[in-house]
């Protein structure tokens, strides 16, 4: 049986490829005003959505335990796999990665851990390029390789109307300095080693929409690409990244996805926030 892929549910994958790739998906979990759900089973975007526009609202989210990862692994070897990959959520937002680890220590070398230094699509194109390797034959070792040149072509931007959100969790760091003046501006950021990077500030959301298109051009360089687009409460955003995109790349576009992010992601970037990800398709 060929080698199985795990991933969790920040990768905002449609259900059709899940479904296409055969991938396992391990969700975490989210705590909205004290109510607690897994995210995309007991918590849906719409859940976070709402709670978010409360003028109180407690927001926060929790890895897998190690416990979970070690079932999940149990049944699909137990299933006949030849072995496990499991791509995750990077290890500079949550300690997902951390948990698979804990986890795969107790399957001697039979289940490999990838950190995807992303998160939405920017993990997603890692966890198919590593189904893709499973269902063409390859070994663990293969499969794991395939994820691990996935990451390293794939860039993401997106866009908040506020860094509110990212202060309340924790998830910037140097753009976290600059709090009290971007709450007049609308940031772009972007995870260049897989933590959350202020790249710029602009004036309108209209602008901020053109500038991530400019920036996944650049980002695309001369190559082939796939593009995830995602949004929160904002699909004209989404709409319009994809149809700026498709008319700059022409024929270089290939496969494209378009998501709502879910109530993880909700939770931390808040409502408004729209994302690009760039999977370049050659390692030029």
Not at 12 to 25: A, D, G, M, N, Q
Not at 83 to 103: C, K, P
Not at 151 to 168: C, G, I, Q
Not at 228 to 249: M, N, S, W
Request: charged letters at 25%; hydrophobic letters at 45%; one cysteine or more.
């Amino acid at each position: 049986m060929p080698v199985a892929v795990v991933t969790d549910s920040t990768a905002y994958l449609p259900p059709e490829l899940v479904r296409r790739h055969r991938l396992t998906v391990v969700p975490l979990t989210v705590v909205l005003n004290g109510a607690e759900g897994l995210e995309g089973v007991e918590t849906q975007p719409a859940d976070a959505t709402r709670a978010l526009r409360e003028r109180r609202v407690s927001a926060s989210t929790s890895r897998p335990a190690p416990e979970q990862f070690a079932r999940t692994y149990r049944r699909l070897l137990d299933d006949g796999a030849d072995g496990v990959v499991s791509v995750h959520l990077s290890a500079g937002l949550s300690g997902t990665v951390e948990a698979a680890r804990l986890a795969a220590v107790d399957f001697d070398g039979r289940v490999e851990v990838v950190d995807s230094r992303s998160a939405g699509m920017g993990l997603g194109f890692p966890a198919i390029a590593a189904a893709a390797a499973a269902e063409a034959g390859a070994d663990l070792a293969g499969v794991r390789d395939a994820a691990l040149a996935s990451v390293a072509r794939t860039t993401v931007w997106f866009y908040v109307d506020t860094l509110e959100f990212l202060r309340r969790g924790g998830r910037i760091n140097a753009a976290e300095a600059l709090f009290g003046t971007a709450l007049s501006v609308k940031p772009i950021m972007h995870m260049p080693d897989g933590a959350i990077v202020l790249r710029e500030k602009v004036r309108t959301a209209s602008r901020g929409v053109a500038r991530l298109v400019d920036l996944a051009v650049e980002a695309a360089g001369d190559d082939d690409v796939d593009l995830g687009v995602h949004h929160l409460a904002a699909p004209h955003r989404a709409e319009a990244l994809l149809a700026a995109l498709t008319e700059r790349l022409g024929a270089r576009l290939h496969d494209t996805y378009v998501s709502e992010a879910g109530a993880v992601v909700a939770a931390h970037a808040g409502p408004g926030l729209a994302c690009v990800v760039v999977h370049r398709r050659s390692d030029g």
